[in-house]
């Protein structure tokens, strides 16, 4: 697997230098979700597919980008899911941006995940992975140097309330503003990656992206967004649900399947379990 890691932070770093001088326009293209692929996003998934093409170990690769599985070595391991670059909208206002990698074995099921990772892209560049634990690297002088462990605490401050609020569930806006009055801030950027990041990093809080009346299954995709971050959560002592079940349980039938999500620290996750259960069909 520390293969796969090398290459994860080769294709940062690159990424990276794109970021900086690539242009941001939008391609004449659209991708599986119906999203007009910016060039940037574009660029990027050619640099993470070439530089997985030369990792033995992995099986295949799929992209948020690409339409299907791209097989890779017949003998090897594993296979990955990625989003190579998740807010890409959000590099024309200069906010911060992200890659998400989910490591499988077998078959790209949540249960199959095996390991997980994610960068975030801002006035630094970290790289987060989880395995066993969840470790935070940061890139000083083109080299990912260990920070620190990241552990989720029972109860965090901190709340990103995801998706067009006048489609949100009357009983889903209701539990945001018991969350609000409970004293909890408002933490949203508009990128999945910043914003899960945030919540880490601060100890705990809740990132919430629904099932709305225009996309009752979410927004956020199953395999390059939701299982990534959700093995994430739960090795950091948090834990991700689709408001009724682990997140990792979800089913998916195709690869560019979404699905509603909640991520954070134990308490806010016992509200939304409780809270879904009772109002929800
Ligand atoms: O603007 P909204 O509806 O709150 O959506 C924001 C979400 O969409 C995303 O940008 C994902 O979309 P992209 O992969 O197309 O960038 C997430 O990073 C973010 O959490
Ligand atoms: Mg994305
Ligand atoms: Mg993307």
């Not at 890691?5 to 690159?14: C, G, P, R, Y």
């Not at 590099?91 to 390991?115: C, H, K, M, R, W």
């Not at 990103?160 to 489609?167: D, I």
């Amino acid at each position: 697997m520390t293969e796969i890691f090398d290459a994860i932070k080769k294709s940062a770093i690159d990424i990276k230098n794109l970021i900086e001088t690539g242009d941001t326009s939008k391609s004449t293209n659209e991708n599986s979700t119906g999203d007009t692929q910016l060039k940037l996003d574009i660029a990027s998934d050619e640099i993470i597919e070439a530089i997985f093409k030369d990792v033995s170990c992995i099986k295949a690769i799929v992209s948020e980008e690409q339409e299907e599985i791209i097989s890779l070595n017949e003998n090897g391991k594993y296979l990955i899911a990625y989003d190579p670059l998740d807010g890409s909208s959000l590099v024309d206002v200069n906010l911060s941006v992200g890659s998400i990698f989910g490591i499988y074995e077998n078959d790209f099921t949540g249960n199959n995940l095996v390991a997980a990772a994610y960068v975030v892209y801002g006035p630094r560049v970290e790289l987060v992975i989880a395995t066993d634990d969840v470790k935070m690297y940061r890139l000083i002088n083109n080299e990912f140097k260990f920070m620190q462990e990241l552990k989720l605490n029972e109860k965090g401050k901190l709340n990103a309330p995801g998706s067009t609020q006048n489609c949100w569930a009357p009983f889903h806006k209701k539990m945001i503003d018991e969350i609000f009055e409970d004293g909890y801030r408002l933490r949203y950027s508009g990128g999945m990656v910043p914003d899960l990041h945030q919540i880490l990093l601060k100890g705990g809080g809740l990132f919430s992206y629904p099932g709305t009346t225009d996309r009752p299954k979410g927004k956020l995709r199953q395999l390059f967004e939701v299982f990534p971050f959700a093995y994430i959560y739960e090795k950091a002592n948090g834990q991700a649900i689709d408001g009724f079940k682990r997140a990792l349980e979800v089913e998916t039938t195709h690869i560019h399947d979404t699905t509603p999500c909640f991520f954070g620290s134990n308490e806010e996750i016992k509200k939304v379990l409780k809270v879904y259960k009772e109002n929800a069909k």
